[in-house]
């Protein structure tokens, strides 16, 4: 018995390390720090989290997710913005709270677009190429964008991303464990994608 959960705990562990792996590798070249490098992509896609922490402070996260995309418009590296996310349990609008961020930032009301179905990083890509979009730069934290970037490129998309500035808090472990377990998950939802 024992002998046997030894060998299923190496077996699970072997393929959240290969589903990491091969997530990550995918996307190779493809994710930009510096805004100067990245190249010129119509949309921006905005990938969504909620704008407070649980006390109530500003989620750094979403602050920099926002300021990136600033930086994107501002930069003339993309012309417009799909806000993507959901709805909070406890009533958290995310695209809400991002469009209202970048208003207040300047951006042009008509450069922005709301998705309020992005309930995961799945649904914020797939709605946005059966909106017709084929070329965008997905903006969020860099180990986020490997998988957005896998996800996209299995739905036959051409993104680049642009890693926004991580965090590192008393929240960003549990994150980076997230994104691990987000990781092997990406790979599931892949299997049984069709894409058009």
Request: aromatic content about 8%; charged content about 25%.
């Amino acid at each position: 018995m024992l002998v046997f959960l030894i060998i299923l705990i190496l077996l699970l562990a072997g393929i959240v390390a290969f589903c990491n792996f091969y997530v990550s590798n995918s996307s190779k070249g493809k994710i930009f720090n510096q805004v100067e490098e990245i190249p010129f992509y119509n949309v921006g896609l905005v990938l969504g989290t909620p704008s407070k922490r649980e006390n109530g402070e500003p989620n750094p996260y979403f602050v920099n997710r926002m300021d990136a995309a600033v930086q994107l418009l501002k930069q003339k590296k993309i012309s417009r913005l799909i806000l993507s996310g959901g709805v909070t349990i406890t009533g958290e609008n995310e695209p809400r709270d991002m469009h209202r961020y970048l208003t207040e930032k300047g951006v042009v009301e008509d450069l922005i677009e709301e998705d309020c179905s992005g309930w995961r990083t799945f649904e914020s890509i797939k709605n946005a190429r059966d909106e017709g979009v084929t070329r965008m730069t997905i903006i969020t934290q860099r180990d986020h964008a490997e998988r957005a970037l896998f996800l996209a490129q299995r739905m036959r998309m051409d993104c680049v991303a642009f890693a926004a500035h991580d965090v590192h808090n008393d929240k960003s472990f549990k994150v980076k464990v997230r994104e691990v377990i987000a990781k092997v998950k990406a790979c599931i939802d892949v299997i049984g994608l069709k894409v058009d």
